[in-house]
């Protein structure tokens, strides 16, 4: 049983010795191959940008009274979003209230005084254009009654008094005729009294027909031109009296008009001066700070809240020596450390005119206008991406596995089935992250990333690839 034992034991010290020379073969190997990265050279597009520091600004106002007061209401809150013409805050001005009211009622008023007036100069141009005809007809009349009868009035008035002669033939013999009946018994004598009667009729308009032909041809007499004279003079007074309305009544129409517009532009004043009691939003944005309460004594201009639009821009510092590379219409990417997921686009819009000192520093103030709103607080710090040029479908290698050599150019090491090739490469544009080579690399491709010391010409690597 001793025996065993020891054999087990050499055997297992054996096994173990075995192992820690193997460890040790296999660590010597593993350093003599130095761990490198390895990033792929892919095909993409480049922006070439210029970076710049700036700050994301607003338009924004503080808002006051024009008048003094006391502050009754204020109705919104910090960070409390409002569009325009929202009422903010107002005085205690009742009495202004009441006053504009008072000015409204008298306005009104004072329209339909004015709208009466404009009636009335109606009315009179009316019953002068009656007065008007109706002294011209009285003038026709009296310039009839002096010419005397024309020849067809004789001719109608001759046929006039034939037509009634024949008439009354015609009553005698039918008057005859009903006698000589009556008194062979044949009718009754209201019969005969009927013809009569017609007979008479007749025979008066016959003589009234004759009567009013002599009086024409005899011309009117100098009663009757007179009267109709004094007609016309009587026309023509009552004309002129209409026209003299009118111009009166233009004159009240004038005068009510006047005050119409005096009491209008009084009510606008009152109006005017309430709304000064009101503070409203002069633009959609975000109340930045209320400074008042509700029954806080307010001065004219002394500010009651600000308020700053909700879309804005970025102005951005460009060193002095990079602002020749910036133009007008220029694309441009904002970002913020205090908004990580935010990104913000826009165009150069503005170019200063002066290189701004600043603690030891020169540069030119340039603004960006934003394609939208941001959602970011007036006064962020941003980074900013001025895009110079977009180089699309280069060959894109990481800036990290570039070398230099002095008076070589740049070079790479690609990696081959494990083992460093340098390889020289001609580059174009570059950012900072990724460089545009020309030739000497290829796309998919491996070139390694690490100490400088270590990489060279047919070294065996490990790899460890960046994605």
Not at 44 to 66: I, K, N, P
Not at 108 to 136: C, G, H, K, N, Y
């Amino acid at each position: 049983m001793v025996m065993r034992r020891r054999v087990v034991i050499i055997t297992g010290l054996a096994l173990i010795t075995a192992i820690a020379i193997g460890g040790v073969i296999a660590g010597r190997v593993f350093r003599t191959r130095p761990i490198v990265d390895g990033a792929q050279v892919r095909l993409g597009d480049l922006e070439v940008t210029l970076a710049a520091t700036g700050t994301f600004e607003t338009r924004g106002v503080d808002l006051a009274f024009e008048i003094p007061g006391r502050l009754a209401d204020v109705r919104v809150s910090d960070g409390a979003r409002v569009t325009r013409g929202t009422l903010l805050a107002s005085l205690e001005a009742s009495e202004v209230r009441a006053t504009a009211d008072q000015a409204d009622a008298a306005a009104a008023a004072a329209r339909s005084d004015a709208a009466r007036a404009r009636a009335a100069v109606e009315s009179a141009r009316l019953q002068a254009a009656v007065a008007e005809a109706a002294f011209r007809a009285a003038r026709a009349t009296l310039s009839g009654v002096r010419a005397g009868p024309t020849e067809p009035e004789l001719r109608q008035a001759d046929a006039a008094v034939e037509a009634a002669r024949l008439v009354m033939e015609e009553a005698r013999r039918h008057l005859a005729l009903q006698e000589q009946l009556y008194r062979q018994g044949a009718v009754a004598g209201v019969q005969v009294d009927a013809a009569r009667a017609q007979f008479e009729t007749t025979q008066a308009q016959y003589e009234q027909a004759v009567a009013r032909r002599e009086a024409l041809r005899a011309g009117a007499s100098e009663q009757t031109v007179t009267a109709t004279a004094e007609q016309v003079r009587q026309a023509e007074a009552a004309w002129r009296a209409a026209q003299a309305n009118i111009r009166q009544a233009e004159l009240i129409a004038v005068s009510a008009a006047a005050n119409g517009a005096q009491a209008a532009a009084a009510a606008r004043s009152a109006h005017a001066r309430a709304a000064r009691a009101e503070l409203r939003a002069p633009f959609d944005g975000t109340v930045s700070r209320v400074y008042l309460n509700p029954g806080a004594p307010v001065a004219p201009n002394l500010p009651v809240l600000s308020l700053i639009t909700e879309s804005g821009w970025v102005a951005a510092d460009v060193d002095e020596a990079d602002i020749g590379r910036v133009r007008l219409g220029q694309r441009a990417r904002a970002t913020a450390d205090a908004y990580p997921s935010t990104v913000v686009t826009g165009r150069v819009s503005r170019i200063g005119g002066q290189v701004d000192v600043r603690l030891g520093t020169r540069s030119v103030r340039v603004r960006v206008d934003l394609d939208g709103e941001a959602a970011m607080r007036a006064g962020t710090s941003v980074d900013v991406d001025l895009i110079l040029e977009t180089v699309t479908g280069g060959l894109l290698v990481p800036l990290d596995a570039l070398q230099r050599d002095n008076g070589a150019g740049a070079y790479v090491f690609v990696i081959e089935d494990g083992i460093l090739r340098r390889r020289s490469v001609d580059l174009h544009e570059r950012n900072d992250q990724f460089a545009v080579a020309r030739n000497g690399v290829q796309e998919g491709e491996l070139v390694a990333i690490g100490d400088p010391a270590v990489l060279q010409e047919g070294r065996r690597v490990s790899v460890r690839v960046v994605p």
